[in-house]
């Protein structure tokens, strides 16, 4: 006879797969590249490589060069797990370093150092991709990618590997898009992920090698998460503990994103601030709002 039912949350210990999470997020929106045909169309790669919208606009490069280097690192002023807060306060900083071909080859190989954890350098990322711009304005564009994760400290493992789809579209002017990306993750667990990312593009100044922009962002990250079900039931006049596991899709956080853009020649800096709004899942209660300021620079090289 069933007595009561509980439900318990079980993330296989919520802060690694949090972590895997966000290391994933970083990730999603990462590295789309275009053919290259006149000036313009390179600060149009610049903007579909990363979606996080370090941009640089009015590239004098030379149209020759259809391959390049970029070269970022971002500063948290804080720490968040899938809009989460662990209780520990501490900031990161995220280098990366990424190689884009206008052929639509990119790679990349990033790392995330946390200030409090054990050891600081967490993770190394490396990611291959294609993506490839299509329809008669190129105004819709897909990609596929691989990431492979090295974690420093063995318990992080989960996830290990991440295959990646995306689908973008944008209007004629660039300055609204939508970008939807669906990623499989493996290792010891295995869980999918799908996210959305929304902007709108505001031009605040616009010369021939300079420019600021305010473009605000929508994100979005629902994905499959595992809840572990227990229930006290009675057996031979004893009362024992039965648990069940049951795989449950559900909206992990949303995330409004506020950058302040500004490009000069080959450099590119970017100031702002994110709001996360956490959706409970399981036996999650009394999740608040996080925020956070980031700050990040970038150089091109072109090659």
């Not at 662990?86 to 995220?94: E, K, V």
């Not at 998460?225 to 031979?236: D, G, M, P, W, Y």
């Amino acid at each position: 006879m069933v007595e009561a039912t509980q439900p318990l949350f079980n993330l296989y210990s919520p802060m690694k797969k949090y972590l895997v999470l966000l290391l994933w997020l970083s990730g999603l929106f990462f590295a789309q590249a275009q053919e290259l045909t006149k000036e313009k169309e390179i600060d149009d790669l610049i903007d579909e490589l990363f979606m996080e919208d370090e941009v640089i606009n009015e590239l004098t490069a030379s149209l020759n060069k259809s391959q390049f280097l970029y070269i970022s690192t971002t500063y948290n002023s804080d720490t968040y797990f899938s809009g989460r807060d662990i209780g520990i306060d501490q900031y990161n900083i995220t280098p990366q370093i990424t190689y884009a071909h206008s052929s639509g080859i990119f790679a990349s190989l990033s790392g995330i150092y946390y200030s409090e954890f054990v050891p600081k350098w967490d993770v190394t990322t490396a990611t291959v991709g294609f993506s490839k711009n299509i329809g008669a304005n190129k105004l819709f564009k897909y990609s596929v990618s691989y990431s492979k994760y090295f974690y420093a400290n063995d318990l992080n493992n989960i996830y290990s590997n991440t295959l990646n789809l995306g689908f973008g579209v944008r209007n004629k002017k660039r300055t609204l898009g939508t970008q939807l990306s669906g990623s499989y993750l493996f290792g010891e667990e295995q869980s999918f992920e799908i996210a959305s990312r929304s902007f709108v593009d505001f031009n605040l100044l616009k010369t021939k090698k300079t420019s600021l922009k305010f473009k605000p962002q929508l994100n979005i990250i629902a994905g499959k998460q595992t809840i572990e079900l227990a229930r006290i039931v009675s057996q031979n006049g004893q009362l024992i503990t039965q648990y069940s596991e049951n795989d449950v899709f559900d909206l992990i956080n949303t995330q409004i994103n506020l950058p302040l853009l500004f490009s000069t020649n080959s450099f590119d800096f970017e100031a702002g601030y994110n709001i996360n709004f956490p959706n409970a899942i399981g036996d999650e209660s009394n999740l608040k709002n996080t925020g956070f300021f980031n700050f990040s620079v970038g150089y091109l090289i072109d090659l």
